[in-house]
């Protein structure tokens, strides 16, 4: 298939209207008409039917629709970030980080973005998934790492990225250090803050076990519930690639398996800035260990 | 463009004939062979060929992520020198590792030619390092996500129904491999680009089987 019976038929996706979809197009409506042909004849079927005044698409122009908006957004990104790169535009760059979802894992590709848009603006949101979707369908947002046990609606694309396990994180001189790896049982006696940005894994675990455990409620961001481990208050069920230092330290915790997988999402079938499709591109090109 | 290749110098034998032998016994399949013309036929019938960008014409710039996740410039790739732009199917393919295989053991010969490699596959997820590092390439390997490139170039086409069948029963998940739902894969298609982006030869073929035989991408490299 060829750019531009892609461009065309998506034109007419939108339009409904051959005429209007080749003013829009710049091309004459004959040739506009011959270039869906062929994209039918590749396709294996009409994508499109006219009836009097009224162009409709077809079941399998309803299908294909959504693949070729996403093939053609790629195509404009591609050259897009090349064009801005070249003219020195600068744009943004807004991801949504779900809770307790750090952004060690996507630096290495914000960073990327960086070098080939030195003026880009890089945006971090933490918040819980209800607000982050809302922001992204607002376009306040580009992207959102989300864990993948909540209620994603039907417009967001979605990618796998990782999986997380969650960690004990505990003073140095606490009891359950001396363990290479720590259980539910080890933590009968302890209290466990927990809080809107710690991932939901000390309620994960109550649910599972069914076990009374003392939760100690502290919202905050990590940086405050760490704050308030090392001061002694309890400990915390946290990710893993949660980086962790100074007077604390982390243990496995293995019984039961606690994990979460993290989702790439953003808006399907709306145009991404140039830093922003980049972004999620390299995020889905490569493994995170 | 047989006679142009080093007879006395190849002690192994040409791409060609492993494909050949690859194919010959992939079509010894009934099943197989009759995905495989309906492929040759649907893509033949429609001149598909016709809709790839030329020789002469100019390859579009683009930003693509490498398999050890930086981005990669083509406008950058060609301030060094000519571009070998190849399109592959992916990691899966028993034809792509023939080539990917011939294209490494080749890479000498090309770079002192004073050209650079690019190989564009439309897998995501680690899949391009993974075939990076089966092939111990030396070229970068970019991940074409959602075929961005491929259909700048004209090269993507949507699998006719028996393929697709085949690859469904065989557990290969292209949704999985390529972030999309799309069922779409390029044909083979190797460009050599100029400096200034203008396409300089090319090899294209809706028969996934035929592939640009390294022998005449480093004669098209030496006659630049």
């Known amino acids: 298939m060829e750019l531009s019976q892609v461009r065309y038929f998506i034109t007419l996706c939108k339009t409904l209207n051959f005429t209007r979809a080749a003013e829009q197009c710049n091309v004459t409506q004959p040739a506009l008409t011959r270039a869906i042909q062929r994209l039918e004849d590749e396709l294996g079927g009409a994508l499109l039917f006219r009836e009097r005044n009224l162009t409709q698409l077809t079941e399998l122009g309803r299908a294909m629709r959504p693949h070729l908006e996403t093939m053609l957004e790629a195509a404009d990104a591609a050259a897009g970030l090349a064009r801005a790169r070249r003219k020195h535009v600068a744009g943004s760059l807004k991801i949504g980080l779900g809770p307790g979802i750090g952004a060690a894992a996507v630096a290495p590709a914000v960073r990327e973005v960086a070098k080939m848009l030195p003026d880009v603006a890089i945006h971090f949101d933490e918040s819980g998934p209800a607000a982050l979707i809302d922001s992204m369908l607002t376009d306040m947002l580009d992207c959102a790492l989300l864990p993948d046990d909540c209620d994603l609606p039907e417009r967001l694309n979605r990618w796998p990225l990782y999986r997380e396990s969650a960690v004990i994180v505990l003073p140095t001189e606490h009891r359950l250090c001396v363990l290479n790896a720590v259980t539910a049982r080890d933590l009968l006696d302890e209290t466990i803050l927990t809080g809107e940005r710690c991932g939901g894994f000390a309620n994960a675990l109550v649910q599972i076990t069914g076990f009374s455990l003392r939760l100690q409620r502290c919202n905050g961001a990590a940086a405050q519930m760490l704050d308030l481990i090392g001061a002694g208050l309890g400990i915390a069920l946290l990710s893993e690639r949660l980086p962790v230092s100074g007077p604390l330290a982390t243990r496995k915790f293995i019984d039961p398996d606690l994990s979460r997988g993290i989702l790439l999402t953003a808006v399907a079938g709306r145009p991404l800035n140039p830093a922003a499709a980049s972004f999620i591109k390299l995020c889905r090109a490569r493994a995170f260990q | ?224």
């Open chain 2, 1 to 224: 463009m047989e006679d142009q290749q080093g007879r006395g110098t190849h002690t192994i034998e040409t791409l060609t004939t492993q494909l050949d032998d690859l194919l010959a016994s992939r079509r010894q399949n009934a099943g197989w062979d009759a995905a495989y013309q309906e492929i040759l036929t649907r893509l033949n019938r429609e001149g598909f060929l016709a809709g790839i960008l030329g020789a002469g014409a100019a390859f579009p710039d683009f930003v693509l992520p490498s398999a050890e996740g930086r981005l990669i410039a083509l406008a950058d790739e060609l301030a060094r020198g000519p571009v070998v732009l190849s399109f592959f199917r992916g990691e899966w393919c028993p034809f792509c590792k023939l080539t990917l295989e011939a294209l490494a053991r080749n890479l000498p010969a090309i770079e002192a030619a004073g050209a650079r490699v690019l190989a564009l596959t439309p897998e995501t997820g680690g899949l391009p390092l993974a075939l990076k590092h089966r092939h111990n390439a030396g070229f970068e390997v970019l991940a074409d996500v959602d075929f961005g490139v491929g259909l700048s170039a004209g090269v993507v086409f949507k699998i006719p129904t028996l393929y697709r069948a085949r690859l469904e029963a065989s557990g290969n998940s292209l949704p999985l491999r390529h972030g999309n739902a799309a069922w779409c894969l390029p044909v083979p298609a190797t460009f050599i680009l100029r400096p200034d982006a203008t396409i300089a030869w090319r090899f294209v073929d809706v028969d996934f089987a035929h592939r640009a035989e390294p022998a005449d991408i480093i004669a098209a490299l030496r006659s630049l």
